[in-house]
């Protein structure tokens, strides 16, 4: 069994104002990705260039905080948020929803669209290997929190969480730092390397968030207030999970087969 690290949730303050690690995980994730897509683009323009890579970070940043926060509490809290809607300001007790960010960011990358010109999927594609960035440093904000531990287990890494008991349970925080940060980032940064089909990068990463979370959700406790779900043991995150799976394979396919019917046409006229 491992002792919990126990960090004081503020890391600092601005005169009287406290600052959150919860927070700086976000800030991280954002200047992360925004830095390293920036890297990129001087090597592989791929159609953007800084200023409008600038202004699409700028949109997912804001459908992500806002489509976080709005799905965590219509997804997990909503008696909360029926009873009391000034608590969706409350950022910085934690809780967001990643599947509520998800809609968010593509409902900004929509707008942004439109603005810039650029095909919807265009621009998914260009920031979903980023995105891993983001959320392996929530998942680390999540951990320094001491929330969303993992189930009861006897494995000797299982740590006792303030506020979780007395008994040891898995850092399934950490797992989902190791899932959908470290490897969903390995898996699609060397998937996108070079310029694949309209489409593809997205689906590949819906795919592999999908089965990534739908993994970690094995070993982390339900939310309390909703626990499990279909069949007894599904969890809110696995059910939402499902149809991102699904949405991913579809993507990827009609990513795939619109390449080759691209190509057969351009044969064609040759």
């Not at 489509?67 to 219509?74: A, F, Q, T, V």
Request: glycine share 12%; aromatic share 16%; net charge positive.
């Amino acid at each position: 069994m491992l002792s919990y690290p126990s960090i004081n949730p503020i890391a600092f303050h601005i005169g009287s104002w406290p600052v959150y690690w919860y927070g700086l995980m976000y800030l991280v994730g954002f200047l992360g990705g925004w830095g390293l897509l920036s890297l990129r683009l001087r090597f592989s323009p791929r159609g953007f260039i800084q200023d409008e890579l600038s202004d699409i970070v700028f949109y997912a940043a804001l459908g992500a905080i806002i489509g976080g926060r709005i799905g965590y509490m219509l997804f997990y809290d909503w008696p909360v948020l029926f009873s009391n809607p000034l608590q969706i300001f409350a950022t910085w007790k934690g809780g967001m929803s990643f599947h509520g960010g998800l809609l968010g960011v593509l409902v900004a990358l929509i707008l942004c669209a439109k603005k810039t010109k650029k095909p919807f999927l265009a621009l998914t594609d260009l920031i979903a290997p980023a995105v891993p960035i983001g959320l392996g440093a929530g998942r680390i904000g999540n951990f320094i929190n001491g929330e969303l531990w993992g189930r009861v287990t006897t494995m000797p890494w299982g740590i006792v969480f303030p506020n979780a008991g007395n008994a040891p349970r898995h850092p399934s925080q950490l797992y989902e730092f190791l899932l959908e940060g470290v490897l969903l980032f390995t898996i699609l940064w060397i998937y996108s390397r070079k310029p694949k089909p309209l489409g593809a990068v997205s689906g590949l990463f819906a795919i592999c968030y999908g089965v990534f979370r739908f993994t970690a959700e094995c070993f982390r406790e339900p939310d309390a207030q909703i626990g499990y779900l279909a069949f007894g043991w599904l969890t809110e995150g696995q059910l939402l999970s499902l149809p991102l799976i699904l949405v991913g394979v579809v993507l990827m396919a009609w990513a795939y087969n619109h390449k080759a019917k691209a190509s057969t046409s351009h044969e064609a006229i040759s």
